[in-house]
């Protein structure tokens, strides 16, 4: 069995898995790292493997004091990824993003594919049907933004996330609500028709902390998946396994 450790920007999620099957899945905050890992491993004890991806600041040493009979997997730039890495700089791309286009490749193979990754930031990466890892875009995610209308002016309040009733905000608040959703839900839109009109055959997939509130809200067809993150994790570890 295998533990899956996402650290985020702003949460941890872990998942256990057997084989390809997700058995539980967990979030906690940073400062509960230490105490959350163990409390899993102790309740899922054939855990003998975690594999972990880091978009902050941890490195090996910060996982000295877990369970020293399990075997740590650290996601790095210079890991087995099943594509190959066309970013004109390749070191600075996130291991989030290498993490979820490997997922990509092999849970969609031999078409193009585009994944969204709806969470602190909104991520486009885009892998075309020869596993060639070509880039995409970066922008700010729905929280980010709602909390820049705030601190950038001086009297717009900050909202939590709420559907608008309208494309016309009839308040200022409603305004707010209009202009964060209906303008991530057009990019995202907009950022999909623009990748169909260059390449055909094309899988996209939704993903991250916001994927279920925007899924139903998209014009487009995709496959949404919250977990993806940690399902290609998984899907990583095994072919690593079997390539290594």
Known sequence: MLLAIDIGNTRIKCAVFNNSDLLEHFSFEHSKLENCINQILLKHPQCKDVI??????????DFENLKTFIKWHFLTHQSNFPFQNK???????GIDRMVLSGGAVLMFP???RLVIDAGTCITFDFIN??????????SPGIRMRYEALHHFTARLPLLDTKSPDSFIGDSTAESMHAGVIYGVLNEIDGFIEQYKVTNENIKVILT????EFLAMRLKNTIFASP??????????????????
Request: hydrophobic residues 35%; negative net charge.
């Open 87 to 93: 970013y004109a700089t390749p070191a600075t791309l």
């Open 129 to 138: 049907s020869n596993d060639q890892y070509l880039g995409g875009a970066i």
């Open 52 to 61: 972990v991806a880091s978009v902050g600041n941890y490195a090996p040493m």
């Open 110 to 112: 031999e078409t193009n």
């Open 208 to 211: 991250g902390g916001d994927s």
């Open 227 to 244: 977990n993806f993150l940690l399902e290609s994790m998984n899907q990583i570890f095994q072919y690593q396994t079997t390539n290594d």
